[in-house]
């Protein structure tokens, strides 16, 4: 009887690993007809149906998903909601496509997320960095107007 070594890898792409080197001839021969048998079952069923019927490829990894943005979301969601009006026989709420405003912390809240920090830097043993202080215009505006007499006295000197 001729063994035929030549299929098996054929057979067992993915089974190749230390357990299937230490098989016996009668286990090949075994593997080989196996093999064989599902080959020509599946010619047959290429034969019933018309065409050629192939194996699935097994895929090892799973399928990377795709993300959808925000505005594509809201686009569908959009679209979904014209469909259902159309189906019911309303038409959709028009509503202004303009950008959500961003909202404000009032100062009470920053203050309270201020002393939250100071209270954990303090704990942890760190310094504490103040809040840099903010001029007034009307202070802004004095120093400015200091600056030029400053500059018009020295091109005056020349």
């Known amino acids: 009887m001729l063994l ?3 299929i098996i ?10 357990e299937t080197i230490n098989i016996t001839p009668a286990q090949l021969r075994k593997a080989a007809d196996i093999q064989e ?3 020509s079952l599946q010619e047959e069923l290429g034969q019933l149906l018309g065409g050629e019927v192939s194996t699935p490829a097994q895929t090892t ?11 594509g979301r809201a686009r569908m969601r959009a679209a979904q909601i014209a469909r259902w009006a159309k189906i019911k ?8 496509a303009q950008k959500p405003q961003k909202r404000k912390m009032s100062a009470q809240g920053l ?5 939250g920090v100071a209270k954990r830097m303090a704990a942890q043993g760190k ?3 103040k809040p840099s202080r903010k001029m007034s215009a009307e202070g802004l505006a004095n120093i400015r107007a ?3 007499a400053r500059w018009a006295k020295a091109k005056k000197a020349g």
């Open 4 to 6: 035929r070594l030549d």
């Open 9 to 18: 890898p054929q057979c067992i792409p993915n089974c190749l690993d230390m």
């Open 37 to 39: 048998r599902i080959q």
């Open 61 to 71: 990894e799973a399928p990377k998903r795709r993300k959808v943005s925000a505005a």
């Open 89 to 96: 026989g309303t038409a959709p709420a028009a509503k202004p």
């Open 111 to 115: 203050a309270n997320i201020r002393a």
């Open 127 to 129: 310094a504490v960095k």
């Open 146 to 148: 200091a600056q030029k």
